[in-house]
């Protein structure tokens, strides 16, 4: 195990400066830090939701004030453009106000007992210690949807951030902090960075922690689930997205390039839900291609910290190196690329467009980085089976004017996705909605909707209040 003096050294992805250095955690301060999470749960539980809520939404407020110094962060730290990060903060803003209504909507259900003289209800109890495993490309937001959520259900938090960007979590640590030490719940959120052989590995198995939601790679997913299932824990997975976005011929041109540059170009490529494969009917093919080329021509690329860049720098050269041994095997496997396609300097890339054949296996691997596959359809039933035929299944969308398409697209034999949008691109989802995917994006939901429920435990409750002792299923058992 990782001594507590080492440490792990931040750079800019733009500048290759460095930030900053973090220590990590190493042995003492896992254990530590998982006591102290579960004592404090044990405390924390018996807070009323709306008073823990009320908790929730002054952290809210001091990230509120925080906003755009720790927008500049993210920014410097993962290399998003200002408005992206800035956007990030904005969206942790937003899950403490989703929170803080949820903290008075924690609702349970009402039965009818076949019983006389009996009432059935359920209801939902707080399941303890989450751990909370984020990535690099954001690093504070997906934090906010699982631990924010967590506190107001009464569970308590333990955060392994990604090493990429580790000064933006101890930041956002700071802030809760000073918020909950002002009311003595020091321990209800807790950070440990950590590698994820040592930390990330100690919080997988241990099972002191009931459930573990990790956003990151498939191959991540693929290590974490079997362990978390072999101590019969809980998993919440957000992994890998390969989306894609269907342009039918009725479609409005404007909107369609607007969406697939934000959704294709946004976070340099570096989302789950970049949009990654576009299927263009062939009638249309032509005027997209052209003008997404011109649209892309127009990309800034450069400083993150500058207003006018509409592209910044992956997030380290390694990102680069797989961007562009992706593009070696697009090109070996019959791909064109249209525009873009090269390395510029340090971390920074061109945002990339690749006319491409739908039986290219290459079309089936999700490569994190500014690639665009144009692939022409005819018929919408051709597309539709193109577009679920990989292993990933996180967002999608169509773009038509026509009533029947879009319905087909969201109907049972349409999208496979967890997400599918009409008019729409694939990235940018609501907080209010449900987030998540099926097939290799691992079946998890957080944020909006119901996801609450994945942080707490449904309880069948029966109360007798008669004076007899009737069964069910009208069984008799008599001495």
Known sequence: MMEAHEEVISFNPATGKQLGRVPLAGETEYESTIVRAHATFLRWRMLPAPQRGEIVREIGDELRRAKRDLGRLVTQEAGKILAEGEGEVQEMIDIAGFAVGLSRQLYGLTMPSERRGHRMYEQWQPLGVVGVITAFNFPVAVWSWNALIAMVCGDTVVWKPSLKTPLTAV??????????????????????????????????????????????????????????????????????????????????????????????????????????????????????????????????????????????????????????????????????????????????????IVRSRPDMPVLKEEIFAPILHLIEFETLEQAIAWHNDVPQGLSSAIFTNGLIASERFLSARGSDCGIANVNIGTSGAEIGGAFGGEKETGGGRESGSDSWKAYMRRQTVTVNWSNELPLAQGITFEL
């Open 171 to 352: 930041k956002v640590q700071q802030i809760c902090d000073t918020v909950l030490a002002r009311h003595g719940w020091e321990g209800v959120l807790n950070l440990l960075a950590g590698s994820d052989g040592h930390i990330a590995s100690r919080l997988v198995r241990d099972v002191r922690v009931p459930l573990i939601s990790a956003t990151g790679s498939v191959r991540m997913g693929k290590q974490v689930a079997p362990v978390v299932a072999a101590r019969l824990g809980r998993t919440l997975l957000e992994l890998g997205g390969n989306n894609g976005v269907i342009v039918m011929d009725d479609a409005d041109p404007d909107l369609v390039v607007r969406a697939v540059l934000f959704g294709a170009v946004g976070t340099a490529g570096q989302r789950c839900t970049t949009i990654r494969r576009l299927f263009v009917q062939k009638g249309v093919a032509p005027q997209i291609a052209e003008r997404l080329i011109a649209a892309y021509r127009q990309v800034r690329v450069g400083d993150p910290l500058d207003p006018s860049t509409l592209m910044g720098p992956l997030i380290d050269r390694s990102a680069v190196d797989n961007m562009m041994r992706g593009l070696e095997i697009i090109r070996e496997q019959g791909g064109e690329v249209l525009y873009g396609g090269k390395h510029l300097e340090g971390c920074f890339v061109e945002p990339t």
